[in-house]
């Protein structure tokens, strides 16, 4: 996926909102969202991208995933499972098929957002003037192919939807792993930080009484 040269276009243009331009409303704290948007990366987008910002155990630990599923699902190479996420497609070859390398997606939802992303891979559309038969509406001239057009094929619009915003969901995940445990302690922090402040307020209350 993500085969680009200048990213996707920040903000949508008239023309996509009216082609049903979405916001993804992604949850990574939706476990189960996030084992199928693992299954869906690893499947239809591994092949081409890399994520060498987390390692396939990382991933495993965070989305209680076993080892026999890790092995069986996610890793299709080489790889270890302390090993970053790889990919095999050389260098050469992916300048040769697509004129340049590839980007790796560790950072695609933190440098792009996630709902750009999500209607990227919602709006290809058949172009048989490009060399890959296909174009984007949200990147025109785009050299990644549809490699999800099987899916959409064999899917309705409402589950294509969510095979997509599942690969995004995971591609936010791994973009901050931790941010799930950031959000909940932040919680803690602000109800914390609120008690202190009701406290300070009625101590300063009571300081100034006995001044008066």
Same mark, same amino acid.
């Given at each position: 996926m993500f085969v680009v040269s200048s990213g996707l276009v920040v903000g949508a243009s008239e023309g996509?909102?009216?082609?049903n331009f979405l916001a993804a409303k992604n949850d990574v704290s939706d476990l189960n969202s996030l084992q199928r948007g693992a299954r869906n990366f690893f499947n239809y987008c591994?092949?081409?991208?890399?994520?060498?910002?987390?390692?396939?155990?990382?991933?495993?630990?965070?989305?209680?995933?076993d080892e026999s599923q890790l092995i069986q699902n996610l890793i299709f190479t080489q790889?270890?499972?302390?090993?970053?996420?790889?990919t095999n497609m050389l260098p050469a070859d992916s300048s040769r098929w697509f004129g340049k390398t590839p980007p790796d997606l560790s950072l695609i939802t933190r440098s792009r957002g996630e709902d750009q992303v999500y209607n990227?891979?919602?709006?290809? @559309?058949?172009?048989l003037n490009s060399p890959t038969g296909t174009d984007n509406k949200i990147l025109p001239g785009t050299s990644m192919p549809n490699v999800l057009w099987l899916v959409q094929e064999q899917s309705n619009e409402k589950e294509f939807d969510q095979?997509?915003?599942d690969i995004v969901n995971f591609l936010d995940y791994v973009s901050e792993p931790n941010q799930s445990e950031r959000k909940r302690i932040g919680i803690w922090v602000i109800l914390f930080l609120l008690i202190f402040l009701a406290f300070s @307020?009625?101590? @300063?209350?009571d300081i100034?009484?006995?001044?008066h």
């Open positions: 996509n909102k009216e082609d591994a092949g081409c991208h890399s994520l060498k910002f987390i390692r396939y155990n990382q991933i495993a630990q965070d989305l209680a995933l790889a270890k499972a302390e090993d970053p996420v790889t990227f891979l919602r709006m290809f @559309y058949e172009d095979f997509t915003l @307020y009625g101590l @300063y209350k100034w009484k006995e001044v």
